[in-house]
């Protein structure tokens, strides 16, 4: 019978104790859930909506403005984000004939709706929440899969080139947990209830839209709007 | 035989860091535990792929691949076979030659250090000293290591 190597067994349970530690620790950071979240149903407070009334795109002029609310791990407001809202910004908000406000309305049955608007006004702080906010939705199929939505979250803020230093501070902050409770608030005062719900001249339209029928309909308000001006 | 433990153990540490640095990458890992921020800075730039693949991937395979050759060259039959030496020693070049590729976009291009990476570049070069250390053992006519054999009750020499 073949003799025993005593040295290589001692070397394989060492090996086998440091491959168990290896797999243990990667299993510890893939488990390590979300290390930020954002507070729902917080009381708001007069200063978290002060002079704030969503984030806004386009002309101070255009005849015409949509208020647009939308949830970030919302499907259909991804679809919209980055299949229609290329055609609506390059055909109507960047020929100043419309003015699109943007408003969370982060749905209960999403978990990181709130911290992906809370990133979103992290980035808002440092003048880039458009670049997040895209990001953002681009990005949904994957962080809406992950356990670490904050993290990416992180890598995408970066990536638009904040500074993570104050970015970090703002999300440990929930500093902007009272306006984003706000403006689920205010959508719900107006009678939305779904997302993306679309508020133009105080009528509410819900459903799926396409840019087709974003530009008919500032087509057929514009005349309106710059007659009432 | 302790210099094919010695590249068996640190190709499985490097294994463990390149893992870490691609789970990261591909979003399923938040943060990386780096101090200075250059991790993140060298894991999300254009040079984190090479030829459109992860370089975190690359290094994965990499050291899977020399975790495979360190494994096989341990069993018995092949303790003296130059074979397994050669290849180890060569795969680790190759290894050694693509850190040092990267090391020099790190400093001169990216202008930031991923200490993950620093630690995966000391693994590589062990590697393919431990690999050259024993292509040098079996050429000289060494003996085959330290292993102790509870048959004979003998001690071979060290390598």
Known sequence: MAAQPVGLKRFYAILGAVAVAGVGLLGYQLSKPSTVSIPANVTVQPSDT??????????????????????????????????????IEERLIKTGRLRWRYRDFPLQQ?????????????ADEQGKFWPQHE????????????????????RYAREVGLDLDRYDACMTSHKYAGRIQ????????????????????????QGRFDSDAIIRLVDSLAPRAAAAK | MIYRMGAALMSLLGL????????????????????TGGCETVQLSEWSRFAGVDVALIGLVGYALLFAVALAALRPGLAEREWPAALLTALAGLGVLFTAYLT?????????ICRWCV????????????????????????????????????????A
């Open chain 2, 119 to 158: 630690g995966s570049a000391l693994i590589i070069t062990t590697l393919f000293v431990l690999g050259l250390l024993d292509l040098r053992r079996l050429r000289s006519g060494g003996a085959g290591g330290t292993a102790v054999t509870t048959g004979t009750g003998s001690a071979r020499g060290a």
């Open chain 2, 104 to 112: 020099y976009l790190e400093l001169f291009v990216i202008h930031a």
């Open chain 1, 50 to 87: 002060a002079g704030f009334h969503g984030y806004v795109m386009g002309s101070d002029s255009a005849a015409v403005e949509i208020i647009e609310y939308a949830d970030y791990q919302c499907p259909f407001c991804q679809t919209f984000a980055t299949l229609q809202m290329p055609a």
């Open chain 1, 110 to 122: 999403h978990p990181y709706s709130r911290l992906a608007a809370h990133s979103a006004a992290c």
């Open chain 2, 16 to 35: 463990f860091v390149s893992a870490y640095l691609y789970l990261y990458k591909i979003g399923r890992i938040g943060t990386l535990a780096c101090g």
């Open chain 1, 182 to 205: 706000a403006s689920l608030d205010e959508g719900t005062r107006l009678g939305v209830s779904s997302t993306p719900t679309l508020v133009v001249g105080g009528r509410l339209y």
């Open chain 1, 135 to 154: 990001q953002i939705y681009e990005g949904q199929p994957e962080w809406s899969a992950s356990r670490d939505a904050a993290g990416i979250f992180r």
